[in-house]
């Protein structure tokens, strides 16, 4: 959940959700528990693949889950997709915005890429259509994938219609308290998109999301 901002915003939106957040970063958990203004969501130390059950060990089913930038930081995504999954209500759903990489685009020998991984530590640069491959074996199937970047001019926006420069970043320091290599640059994201990823259902999930019965990938 970050620093909480997104989680301030829905529970102002939607009052009668019940909003519970996870972040791996101490840093962040301070901050969302001491510092952030008075809120009724809670907010949890979890690493990726923990279960999402509550502090007393009880079992908990989600509606939606929701994630911002955080998927791609994960050891392994298909793993933490899976234990996502494995947290849903039937008929929920998993919405990821995050950068993902592009169709064609050389993983393993693109310099840009191995640069936008280490300066984000980016553990995960996948495709979108690796999540609907991924998605199949989980219970999941992807409906929804959009550009955002595009969709919304954020390069045209933000810096004119030019790349980014990239730009030599000494002693930066994370929220997690830690510090790039020095010399380390960092560069702007391959692409950001967002896709929603529904969990297979026999009946629909209650309201306000009301996910059809999914019949496979879409």
Same mark, same amino acid.
């Given at each position: 959940c *970050?620093l909480?901002?997104?989680?301030? +915003?829905?529970?102002?939106? =939607? @009052? ?13 958990h301070?901050?969302?528990t %001491?510092d952030l203004? @008075?809120?009724?969501?809670?907010? #949890?130390?979890?690493? +990726?693949d %923990?279960?999402l059950?509550?502090?007393? $060990?009880?079992? #908990?089913?989600?509606?939606? &889950?929701y ?7 994960s050891?392994?995504l /298909?793993h933490?997709?899976? #234990?996502?999954?494995?947290?849903l209500?039937? $008929?929920g &759903?998993v919405?990821? &915005? ?9 993983r393993?020998?693109d310099p840009?890429v =191995?640069l936008f991984?280490k300066?984000w ?5 996948v495709t979108?259509t690796?999540?609907s491959?991924w998605s199949?074996? &989980?219970?999941l199937?992807l ?8 969709? +919304?001019q954020v390069?045209k926006?933000? +810096?004119? *219609? ?5 730009k030599?970043?000494?002693?930066l320091?994370?929220?997690d308290?830690g510090a790039p =290599?020095?010399g380390?640059p960092?560069?702007?994201?391959? /692409?950001?998109r967002r896709a929603?990823i #529904?969990r ?11 996910c059809?019965i999914?019949? *496979?990938?879409?």
């Open positions: *970050g909480g901002p997104g989680l301030m +915003y829905l529970e102002q939106k =939607e @009052p009668s959700w019940d909003l519970v957040g996870h972040t791996i970063s101490s840093e962040q301070r901050w969302i %001491e203004p @008075p809120h009724r969501f809670s907010a #949890r130390l979890r690493s +990726y %923990e279960p059950d509550d502090d007393n $060990g009880e079992d #908990r089913r989600y509606h939606a &889950i994630s911002i930038e955080a998927a791609i930081h050891p392994d /298909r933490t997709l899976a #234990r996502w999954s494995s947290a209500e039937p $008929g &759903i919405v990821l &915005i995050d950068d993902f990489l592009s169709v064609g685009v050389d393993d020998n840009d =191995e991984a300066s530590l980016a553990n995960s640069v979108t690796e999540l491959e199949d074996g &989980i219970g199937a409906v929804n994938d959009r550009d955002l970047g595009s969709e +919304y390069l926006r933000n +810096y004119r *219609g030019r790349r980014p420069e990239v030599v970043q000494r002693g320091k994370h929220q308290g =290599e020095e380390q960092t560069c702007p994201a391959p /692409r950001r929603h #529904r297979a259902s026999r009946r629909r999930a209650t309201p306000p999301l009301r059809p999914p019949r *496979g990938p879409v």
